[in-house]
């Protein structure tokens, strides 16, 4: 099996910084990719940014030149550096992973975090 846990939301005042981090533990050949999304209740889940295994980053606009999104293989855990945070950022942040299992065959799966609240004050 394999878990993601997320950490490191909280409250934060505009213009302030946080680092969210999301831990992939499991019987886990590789992690491939990494995101990070984000929502407002009663509005859809967003792309926020993405990293794959080779460093290959993207950003959402809305937070481009503001957030860095990193991946550390050897930890298999990978961090969401948020700088400039707006009140506009407030939502809940998940994590996504797309990891290659191993047991008597290879087989790649998505999996999601149970996120983490960022508010973000005015």
């Known amino acids: 099996q394999v878990q993601l846990v997320e950490s490191g939301g909280g409250l934060v005042q505009a213009v302030g910084s946080l680092r969210l981090s999301c831990v992939v533990s499991?019987?886990?050949?590789?992690?491939?990719?990494m995101a990070w999304y984000r929502q407002v209740p009663g509005m859809s889940r967003d792309l926020v940014a993405s990293i794959t295994s080779y460093g290959v980053t993207s950003y959402a606009d809305s937070v481009k030149g503001r957030f860095t999104i990193s991946l550390d293989n050897a930890k298999n855990t990978g961090y969401l550096q948020m700088n400039g945070l707006k009140p506009e950022d407030t939502a809940i942040y998940y994590c996504?992973?797309?990891?290659?299992?191993?047991?008597?065959?290879?087989?790649?799966?998505?999996?999601w975090g149970q996120g983490t609240q960022v508010t973000v004050s005015s």
């Open positions: 499991g019987n886990i050949f590789s992690t491939n990719l």
């Open positions: 996504k992973a797309d990891v290659t299992t191993f047991s008597d065959h290879y087989y790649t799966q998505g999996y």
